[in-house]
């Protein structure tokens, strides 16, 4: 194992990042199918949710916390958000899922990410890129060839992939291989692993810090996203009603301190460093917003999205992971009446309705293909029973010393299938 460079892991900390196990006396849990599909339907409304409430706030207010009368007013119709790119880029790995399998190669992956039409930015944009010049996973998302590896991507995309497995986190960390590897490595990988983990203990779990541990566990101690997840779950301990003092904290440790940005594709600006998109630090206002928002949709939603930076993502993540473990039959009628279900994701063939019938497909592949099974009781109902299993977290790495890269091409057969070019 290579050495990273780790800074203030203090012993209490470490307690906290202990991975958590499966219960020896519990071999099985089950989750009606029912509930499943409610549960699931929740997690892409509160995608929704969070991104159209923080998307007019998105990088305006960085180093900086965004002042309660900036934060928009929820409206019904707000919830319609199909242009959104930490939403319609799931759905291109979805397809992929659906037509070849949970045994889907990265490569083929990546020659249907680099078809994609959609606007892309950072790490997916330059991953896309490499993707089109015929650099095939995991190459296209290594920081030899991507300057945003370690950037908030795949953490904002990788939802789907706790939403298909749910009691499932290793499957949340094989899909991070499989789609992750696309544009992020180390820090900006991890991230999705901890996302999708949150998802999946969402099915079984509404205790927010019960299921941001669940995350953590997911991915491996030492690295620096495992220290700043560490890192909030204490100081919210420390002060759980002042959101403020916890935001200024990590404010000065993963925001001002340079040994935390040692990656950052903000160094060459014109104000270096101000601006923040590197997956840990945003992953922190994911995790503020889960637990200073105390289980409540709109104080989850405007929490992440006021401690600003990528101020519409992390909102869309922590209110899908939320919004997950309370499920759609419960949430207030504000987020669910004026939703459209015949528009088009963004360059997608999936409406809302699709994407639901896909992930509950997929889903009982997921399960089936991790020892479970689907029971159908002598009404019809089924039910999900799956195995309990502790997170396997994959190796430590870092962007700033990575492992030798791959030097992985596309085949002249695999470049004739990659359609779509930069223009």
Not at 398 to 412: G, I, N
């Amino acid at each position: 194992m290579r050495t990273f460079f780790v800074v203030g892991l203090t012993l209490s900390t470490l307690a906290l990042a202990a991975p958590l196990r499966a219960d020896d006396q519990v071999k099985e849990r089950r989750l009606s199918r029912e509930e499943y599909r409610d549960k699931m339907k929740a997690g892409w409304i509160g995608q929704m949710a969070g991104v159209g409430v923080g998307g007019p706030t998105e990088f305006r207010w960085q180093e900086a916390t965004v002042p309660a009368d900036r934060v928009p007013a929820w409206k019904p119709e707000t919830i319609n958000q199909f242009d959104q790119d930490d939403i319609y880029v799931e759905m291109t790995f979805l397809r992929t899922l659906q037509k070849y399998g949970l045994d889907a190669t990265s490569r083929q992956a990546g020659i249907d990410f680099a078809n994609s039409k959609y606007p892309l930015w950072h790490a997916n944009a330059a991953g896309r890129k490499r993707l089109r010049e015929g650099i095939a996973p995991p190459d296209s998302g290594h920081p030899a060839f991507n300057d945003h590896a370690d950037d908030i991507d795949y953490q904002i995309e990788a939802d789907f992939s706790g939403l298909i497995a749910p009691g499932l986190p290793n499957t949340v960390i094989r899909l991070g291989e499989t789609f992750g590897r696309l544009m992020n490595y180390g820090d900006g990988l991890y991230g999705g692993w901890f996302v999708g983990a949150m998802y999946s203990e969402a099915f079984f779990e509404t205790d927010p810090e019960k299921i941001v541990l669940a995350g953590l566990a997911a991915i491996p101690k030492g690295c620096q996203y495992h220290e700043c997840v560490s890192d909030v779950i204490a100081w919210h301990r420390e002060n759980p009603k002042d959101w403020e003092a916890t935001w200024k904290k990590i404010e000065a440790k993963y925001q001002k301190d340079r040994a935390y940005r040692r990656f950052s594709c903000s160094k060459a600006e014109k104000e270096p460093y101000k601006f923040n998109i590197d997956a840990k630090l945003n992953g922190a206002y994911i995790v503020m917003g889960l637990l200073y928002g105390e289980g409540d949709p709109e104080k989850t939603i405007v929490v992440s999205t006021r401690c600003g930076q990528d101020s519409d993502c992390n909102p869309s993540n922590a209110a899908g992971v939320l919004f997950t473990s309370i499920g759609a039959a419960k949430l207030p009628a504000k987020y669910t009446s004026a939703l459209d279900t015949h528009t088009k994701f963004n360059s997608t063939d999936y409406a809302f309705p699709d994407v639901l019938a896909v992930c509950d497909d997929l889903a009982a592949q997921a399960v089936a293909r991790a020892g479970g099974r689907v029971e159908k009781s002598a009404d019809g109902a089924e039910t999900f029973v799956i195995p309990v299993e502790a997170a396997r977290p994959g190796p430590l790495e870092s962007c700033w010393e990575p492992a030798a890269k791959a030097d992985s091409r596309f085949t002249a057969a695999e470049k004739a299938k990659i359609t779509e070019t930069d223009k």
